[in-house]
């Protein structure tokens, strides 16, 4: 009898010290709605040298579509029904068709697009007041117009210079100035 305790016991300690800690997803996988990213629950999970052969497709004329191709099958999901996706460690929020990559979530989100080649160069930074607000270009305009009801916020914003940008980083904190004046 006790040898059967200590084997439940070996295999329960062999079992959850072989899980991923919570709050570290694996490095590929697709949240179907916000609170899945809040919670870092992806749907398909992996890791690509966890799991060789495993991958993201982006299929030619399913442009509306993200798929995950494993050996034996092929998980297809819209991006109409999905808040997003995880792809090489990095999270996406799909919006209107568009992936818009997750810099940051706090008091408000973050987001980054990169230009295509041939399209110019660099970056274009989007927001949104949260996971489920509708994505704006990172502009003072915009943000006055998205949080109109934050009195304090607008009036920092309003005495901000002509030539002050609102991109100013704050390094201790790891993210823009401007956000530390939100409520």
Known sequence: MNRHFISLFLCCSVSTAAQKPVGHPAENGVYLSDTGFLHRQLVSPFNKSESPGTSFKSPLAHYNEV???????????FDDDIWGYRKKGCDFRMYKNEPYKVDYSGKIVIYTIYSTPGSGSG???FFSKNLIAPVHFLSKKMLLEVYYPDTTFVRK???????????????????????????
């Not at 005495?159 to 993210?175: A, G, R, V």
């Open 67 to 77: 798929w995950i191709k494993t050996k034996d099958s092929t998980y297809k999901f």
């Open 123 to 125: 970056i274009t930074i």
């Open 157 to 183: 914003i309003k005495q901000m210079k002509w030539h002050e940008s609102i991109y100013k980083w704050n390094k201790q904190l790891n993210h823009y100035e401007f956000i530390d004046w939100l409520k």
